[in-house]
């Protein structure tokens, strides 16, 4: 059993990881709508990423034996006019998700619930990568100027796997 507060939080979690899965996929629209594929390849596997997060968070609760709740997905009108704006999105958006996330363990040692604490610390963990993913990509984009060297770092990106 999950205490029903700390549930309320991690259903939040479920519904904003496919919010985020839905603003990286909108981004990765745009960015192939620009010529940029390999950006746009990069923002979809995020998206993949952020699908597979919320699907692992439901099947924890649906293991504990409680109820995910699903509600409206709120698609933010995102956009960006340069190739360092796409990224500085997904930064602060990735930020914004280790809060979240850091909220939840917060929560789940408060009220002793030492398994959902162990299953979202895998969460703490990947939150340092991708924070530190887009960051590295930020520090690249910023070290090229214009096009040219986009070219090249979108041709990088687009060979994620
Ligand atoms: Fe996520
Ligand atoms: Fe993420």
Not at 8 to 18: G, H, K, L, P
Not at 111 to 131: L, P, S, W
Request: aromatic share 10%; charged share 30%.
């Amino acid at each position: 059993m999950i205490k029903k507060e700390l549930l309320d939080m991690i259903c939040e979690q479920i519904n904003f990881e496919y919010e985020s899965a839905f603003i990286y996929r909108k981004l990765a629209i745009d960015l192939e709508l620009e010529g940029w594929i390999g950006f746009a390849h990069w923002f979809t596997a995020q998206y993949e990423e952020e699908v597979e997060h919320a699907e692992a968070m439901i099947h924890y609760v649906l293991e504990r034996g409680e109820q995910p709740v699903l509600k409206d997905i709120k698609m933010s009108d995102i956009k960006s006019e340069s190739i360092v704006g796409y990224f500085e999105i997904a930064h602060e958006h990735e930020c914004l998700v280790s809060d979240k996330i850091d909220e939840i363990v917060t929560k789940a040692i408060e009220v002793k619930d030492y398994a959902t604490e162990n299953f979202f610390r895998k969460f703490v963990d990947e939150q340092v990568e991708e924070e530190a993913t887009t960051a590295g990509i930020l520090d690249h984009l910023k070290l090229v100027t214009g096009n040219a060297g986009y070219m090249i770092i979108d041709r990088e990106l687009g060979a994620r796997k």
